[in-house]
C-alpha cells in the first residue's frame, strides 16, 4: 500500500518560513519523480515544485522561485519543501504527489497523493 504523509504544516507570519516534509511507505521514493502542489481556497491546484528520481533535476513554479527548496533524503524516503520568504498567497493546502516517470507540471500526471498539509500565512 503506498502511503504519503505531508507534515509540517501551520500558521506562519509573513516573511516567514516553514519546512515541508512527505513521508513515504510502500514505495521507495528513489524511483519516482516527487512533486510538491498546492491549492488554495478558489483556485485550482497547481504545481509547486517537482524533483527528479534520485540525482536527478529540481523544477520550481515561477511565484515560489529562488524562495522555495525542493530536497529529498533517500535514506528516509522523505522529500522536503524549504519555504521561505513566505507571503499571504502561498496559503493554501500543499500536496505531495509522485510520479512513475519524470517531473510534470500538471497534477493529473502524477500516480499517488497525500491527504495534505495545511499552511497559513498571515499577519
Known amino acids: 500500500q503506498v502511503q504519503l504523509v505531508e507534515s509540517g504544516g501551520g500558521l506562519v507570519q509573513p516573511g516567514g518560513s516553514l519546512r515541508l516534509s512527505c513521508a513515504a511507505s510502500g514505495v521507495t521514493l528513489d524511483y519516482y519523480a516527487i512533486g510538491w502542489f498546492r491549492q488554495a481556497p478558489g483556485k485550482e491546484r497547481e504545481g509547486v515544485s517537482c524533483i527528479n528520481r534520485s540525482g536527478g533535476s529540481t523544477y520550481y513554479a515561477d511565484s515560489v522561485k529562488g524562495r522555495f527548496t525542493i530536497s529529498r533524503d533517500n535514506a528516509k524516503n522523505t522529500v522536503y519543501l524549504q519555504m521561505n520568504s513566505l507571503n499571504p498567497e502561498d496559503t493554501a493546502v500543499y500536496y505531495c504527489?509522485?510520479?512513475?516517470?519524470?517531473?510534470?507540471?500538471?497534477?493529473?500526471?502524477?500516480?499517488?497523493w497525500g491527504q495534505g498539509t495545511q499552511v497559513t500565512v498571515s499577519s
Open positions: 504527489a509522485i510520479r512513475g516517470w519524470t517531473c510534470r507540471s500538471s497534477a493529473l500526471e502524477y500516480d499517488s
